[in-house]
């Protein structure tokens, strides 16, 4: 049986991304009719603001502009995070940060880490980015005349997750002829084996597709509600839980952060994500260590205002994903396949590969899901452990020991197999592309030396040769100078979105 109706339950950007990727990728045979059906009776989470760079290869894929995103989205732009105080206070000080960025420690391509093993004392290690002064004072990536989703260094996006999808929404109607229609279901219809038939909606229709896709969010309503697939729990290895989300308005004048600034506290992390017109700010943290009334207190000192009476969204956090994302003629993607907390933006990350993952492998007939299933599923499962490992392993290398919970995540808390290796291995000698050998490592070794080493991992320091020294503190110098030079050349990152906004009103 050839498949040709296909069904995306749930909208938000996991059901879009779903429907623009399988767009692409079916829109050559035009027997396939895409199908998104969204429920006008449940909410959006809609708190995913923060990308990675790979978000700009896929929206020219989409066939999306780049003035599209940045005019319709509330968008800024993200060159990295930036993770304050996640370091002892007394050894690093109360203003210790370094920076992830999205740039390469390799300058030119050398290998310059052993370098700093040796002179670590002379320059943190976020300073082998060009990005660093360009991040801390507050400058656009993009020059007036950089191309489309090019700049001077490499960069992401904040967005208002809403608009974001509501922009994916419109690009999949017009773009790929997606059907888009607002239905509650009340029951779903399934075969003799199991398969799963279609819906029964709200209204009283009925309606039969051949393949789904479940982008119901926390619910799960295909996959866990009727497929049965278990979601394996990972919240001993991730102890935060829940996370308090609020908006607060910025006036034009204020300066936009080209960054996500991460704010370690003693029970997780305040996330603060500046747009156009307002920052996202959510603070995480663990309910077993920290109550909801101490994180209300905590937020408000943070935010410098009392949110007793606020209204702030209240977000709990499953940690974990299905044992399997893609069960019979079902894929899960999104929060209903599986989340891991916000930090270093996995939840876009995650959900846009495992859409193009299944769009490039969609099966054409009902007998070619098992083999193109089996391996889908052996991809996303390590795909997951990998990116819960690089989550983790930003707490467990911490030395704060001033809370009951940073001693949990140190001392008391399990890490996987891998991780431990890695670790372990990283004490001798830093970390090598080769220790990364699969293509399915979302994070690899350059994201790690920068969290490594900006949370001052121990790794013994290698010899350093005569001719290894010089090349070296000359490259770093390039680069410290390259940063200098586009930190008092570049636009602030305001301006830059102000004179965008000005040019295109007075087209």
Same mark, same amino acid.
């Given at each position: 049986?050839?498949?040709?109706?296909?069904?995306?339950?749930?909208?938000?950007?996991?059901?879009?991304?779903?429907?623009?990727?399988?767009?692409?990728?079916?829109?050559?045979?035009?027997?396939?009719?895409?199908?998104?059906?969204?429920?006008?009776?449940?909410?959006?989470?809609?708190?995913?603001?923060?990308?990675?760079?790979?978000?700009?290869?896929?929206?020219?894929?989409?066939?999306?502009?780049?003035?599209?995103?940045?005019?319709?989205?509330?968008?800024?732009?993200?060159?990295?995070?930036?993770?304050?105080?996640?370091?002892?206070?007394?050894?690093?000080?109360?203003?210790?940060?370094?920076?992830?960025?999205?740039?390469?420690?390799?300058?030119?391509?050398?290998?310059?880490?052993?370098?700093?093993?040796?002179?670590?004392?002379?320059?943190?290690?976020?300073?082998?980015?060009?990005?660093?002064?360009?991040?801390?004072?507050?400058?656009?990536?993009?020059?007036?005349?950089?191309?489309?989703?090019?700049?001077?260094?490499?960069?992401?996006?904040?967005?208002? *997750?809403?608009? $974001?999808?509501?922009?994916?929404?419109?690009?999949?109607? #017009?773009?790929?002829?997606?059907?888009?229609?607002?239905?509650?279901?009340?029951?779903?219809?399934?075969?003799?084996?199991?398969?799963?038939?279609?819906?029964?909606? #709200?209204?009283?229709? #009925?309606?039969?597709?051949?393949?789904?896709?479940?982008?119901?969010?926390?619910?799960?309503?295909?996959?866990?509600?009727?497929?049965?697939?278990?979601?394996?729990?990972?919240?001993?290895?991730?102890?935060?839980?829940?996370?308090?989300?609020?908006?607060?308005?910025? *006036?034009?004048?204020?300066?936009?952060?080209?960054?996500?600034?991460?704010?370690?506290?003693? *029970?997780?992390?305040?996330?603060?994500?500046?747009?156009?017109?307002?920052?996202?700010?959510?603070?995480?943290?663990?309910?077993?260590?920290?109550?909801?009334?101490?994180?209300?207190?905590?937020?408000?000192?943070?935010?410098?205002?009392?949110?007793?009476?606020?209204?702030?969204?209240?977000?709990?956090?499953?940690?974990?994903?299905? #044992?399997?994302?893609?069960?019979?003629?079902?894929?899960?993607?999104?929060?209903?396949?599986?989340?891991?907390?916000?930090?270093?933006?996995?939840?876009?990350?995650?959900?846009? $590969?495992?859409?193009?993952?299944?769009?490039?492998?969609?099966?054409?007939?009902?007998?070619?899901?098992?083999?193109?299933?089996?391996?889908?599923?052996?991809?996303?499962?390590?795909?997951?452990?990998?990116?819960?490992? $690089?989550?983790?392993?930003?707490?467990?290398?911490?030395?704060?020991?001033?809370?009951?919970?940073?001693?949990?995540?140190?001392?008391?808390?399990?890490?996987?197999?891998?991780?431990?290796?890695?670790?372990?291995?990283?004490?001798?000698?830093?970390?090598?592309?080769?220790?990364?050998?699969?293509?399915?490592?979302?994070?690899?070794?350059?994201?790690?030396?920068?969290?490594?080493?900006?949370?001052?991992?121990?790794?013994?320091?290698?010899?350093?040769?005569?001719?290894?020294?010089?090349?070296?503190?000359?490259?770093?110098?390039?680069?410290?100078?390259?940063?200098?030079?586009?930190?008092?050349?570049?636009?602030?990152?305001?301006?830059?979105?102000?004179?965008?906004?000005?040019?295109?009103?007075?087209?």
């Amino acid at each position: 049986m050839k498949i040709k109706r296909v069904a995306i339950v749930g909208g938000g950007t996991a059901g879009w991304l779903a429907a623009n990727h399988l767009g692409v990728e079916l829109s050559r045979d035009p027997d396939i009719q895409i199908t998104v059906i969204e429920s006008k009776d449940i909410p959006v989470i809609g708190v995913g603001e923060g990308t990675v760079p790979q978000i700009k290869t896929t929206l020219k894929k989409f066939g999306i502009s780049e003035i599209d995103l940045l005019s319709s989205c509330d968008a800024t732009f993200k060159q990295g995070i930036k993770f304050a105080n996640w370091m002892s206070t007394e050894k690093y000080g109360a203003d210790h940060f370094y920076y992830h960025p999205f740039s390469s420690p390799y300058p030119s391509g050398f290998d310059v880490t052993n370098y700093w093993l040796n002179n670590k004392s002379s320059f943190e290690f976020s300073k082998l980015s060009e990005i660093y002064l360009v991040a801390e004072l507050n400058r656009s990536p993009k020059q007036k005349s950089s191309p489309p989703y090019m700049g001077m260094v490499d960069y992401a996006y904040h967005f208002n *997750a809403a608009k $974001f999808s509501d922009l994916l929404a419109r690009n999949a109607r #017009e773009k790929f002829s997606v059907r888009h229609i607002v239905e509650t279901i009340t029951q779903v219809l399934c075969h003799e084996d199991g398969y799963i038939k279609g819906f029964v909606y #709200e209204s009283g229709n #009925e309606e039969e597709f051949d393949f789904f896709i479940d982008c119901s969010g926390f619910s799960a309503l295909l996959i866990g509600n009727t497929l049965g697939v278990p979601f394996l729990d990972k919240s001993t290895r991730i102890l935060t839980d829940t996370a308090l989300a609020l908006q607060e308005p910025t *006036a034009e004048s204020d300066e936009i952060q080209p960054y996500t600034l991460a704010t370690a506290h003693k *029970a997780g992390w305040v996330w603060d994500i500046p747009l156009t017109t307002r920052r996202g700010v959510g603070f995480v943290y663990s309910s077993k260590h920290m109550s909801e009334s101490e994180a209300v207190d905590s937020f408000s000192t943070y935010v410098g205002r009392d949110l007793q009476n606020a209204n702030l969204r209240r977000v709990p956090m499953k940690i974990g994903y299905r #044992e399997s994302f893609w069960e019979k003629n079902c894929a899960a993607l999104g929060l209903a396949q599986g989340f891991v907390e916000p930090l270093e933006a996995t939840s876009i990350l995650v959900t846009d $590969f495992s859409a193009q993952l299944l769009a490039r492998s969609f099966p054409k007939t009902k007998d070619d899901i098992a083999a193109v299933s089996a391996y889908c599923n052996r991809v996303a499962s390590y795909t997951w452990d990998r990116v819960i490992d $690089f989550v983790q392993f930003h707490y467990f290398i911490s030395d704060r020991r001033d809370s009951m919970f940073w001693r949990d995540n140190t001392e008391t808390t399990m890490i996987s197999d891998v991780l431990k290796e890695r670790l372990d291995m990283w004490k001798i000698a830093p970390p090598k592309k080769t220790d990364f050998f699969s293509a399915f490592d979302i994070f690899g070794v350059e994201n790690y030396l920068f969290v490594l080493y900006g949370m001052d991992y121990p790794t013994r320091p290698g010899v350093l040769g005569a001719n290894e020294e010089s090349r070296a503190k000359e490259l770093v110098r390039d680069v410290q100078d390259k940063s200098l030079q586009m930190g008092n050349s570049l636009l602030s990152h305001r301006v830059w979105l102000s004179e965008l906004k000005r040019a295109l009103a007075s087209r």
